[in-house]
């Protein structure tokens, strides 16, 4: 008998909503009942309220075949991406990161060696950013390898930044650069398929360091935190660059109930980058706002705090708050707008 009588039931397919309009629909009949709970679901981690402070939690599941291809990703630098990744959401908060816990399913296509060698890497995480490893839980898999990573943090309660308190006029921040993890994927993608039609041909990668790293290794965006504190700079609202410049700077746009215009010249760029995007044919700019795996900071500050910032390389101001009315721009090189979508930069040149 089957337990699901179909024709009783209406079934949407999931695409038909996107990530966000599943999430959204899912939870919204949720509401939180504890005092502790300061902020549940829509930023980049939950708050609660602890002693003195606020703890931050945040989850991030990693799919075989989905974020990853084992045939060009090495298992170590896969453990460290795990761990960097979240803590990026930490850090999206202001927050220190402090522990995690590790769960994955696996398949019998696994050794034990090639675990070894993925908690080899999730260790130099946890020693980078000093975090301890506390707990998590181990099943199997018929398909594949699935890594999913809980992190706790704090951050002191008058330093938190949610998406949401962005002011018209404030100035919008981005650190490092953008785009390049993008590229690594792409270089990822082209050697294996070469590979695949003649598996005596060598990868061709060397010159291509920092696109690589950047996919295979990224840092979660710690240092630039420390920064900003010494400089005694909070910014009005954080999000960290998961998904690509425009959908985050679309998200602080709905949270904080403001318009964002972006500055296709100021976005940064790394210039070994350049010559990338001319061999895949491919527009940088467009990788930076749609690309994703960045995992930088995208920051408002107020006006008043941009004396502090502007000579520092790390930090680039890449355009600036406006009224909710005005929308989400970005503002081309020859003055035209062109209103920001989630995904909808066509990656590829025109
Ligand atoms: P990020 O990109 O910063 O990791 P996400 O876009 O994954 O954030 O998630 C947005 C918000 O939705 C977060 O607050 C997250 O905790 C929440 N969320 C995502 N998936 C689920 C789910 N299946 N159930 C409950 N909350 C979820
Ligand atoms: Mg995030």
Same mark, same amino acid.
């Given at each position: 008998?089957?337990?699901?009588? +179909?024709?009783?039931i209406n079934t949407t397919p999931i695409s038909s909503l996107g990530e966000f309009g599943l999430i959204e629909r899912l939870t919204k009949d949720f509401k939180c009942e504890?005092?502790?709970?300061?902020?549940?679901?829509? +930023?980049d981690c939950a708050v609660l309220k602890a002693d003195t402070n606020y703890r931050l939690v945040s989850t991030d599941m990693l799919v075989e075949g989905v974020h990853f291809d084992l045939a060009y990703t090495p298992l170590k630098h896969l453990g460290f991406k795990a761990i960097a990744v979240n803590i990026s959401d930490i850090c999206a908060m202001n927050g220190k990161p402090s522990q995690v816990t590790v769960s994955v399913a696996v398949s019998n296509r696994f050794s034990v060696e090639a675990l070894d060698e993925l908690y080899l890497g999730i260790q130099l995480a946890c020693k980078e950013y000093h975090v301890d490893l506390v707990g998590g839980d181990t099943t199997s898999s018929l398909s594949g390898l699935v890594i999913s990573?809980?992190?706790?943090?704090e951050v002191a309660t008058e330093k938190i930044t949610y998406r949401s308190g962005a002011k018209v006029n404030d100035l919008l921040v981005v650190t490092g650069d953008l785009g390049a993890s993008y590229f690594g994927l792409q270089l990822l993608k082209r050697e294996k398929e070469i590979f695949k039609e003649n598996p005596n041909v060598q990868p061709d990668l060397s010159g291509h360091d920092y696109a690589l790293r950047r996919q295979l290794k990224p840092e979660a965006p710690t240092k630039y935190l420390k920064i900003l504190d010494k400089l005694s700079i909070i910014p009005t609202s954080m999000i960290d660059i998961s998904d690509g410049l425009s959908s985050e700077a679309l998200h602080i746009s709905k949270s904080s109930n403001i318009g964002v215009s972006l500055y296709e010249d100021k976005i940064p760029i790394d210039y070994s980058i350049m010559n990338l995007a001319t061999e895949f044919n491919l527009n940088p700019i467009s990788c930076a706002l749609s690309g994703g795996e960045d995992y930088e900071l995208l920051f408002s500050i107020t006006q008043n705090d941009y004396d502090k910032l502007k000579k520092d390389p790390d930090f680039t101001i890449v355009g600036h708050v406006t009224d909710v009315s005005e929308g989400n721009n970005l503002i081309a090189n020859d003055g035209s707008l062109h209103p920001l979508k989630a995904q909808g930069w066509d990656i590829a040149k025109e």
């Open positions: 008998m089957a337990l699901i009588d +179909d024709k009783s504890n005092k502790t709970t300061i902020k549940g679901i829509g +930023d990573v809980s992190v706790l943090g």
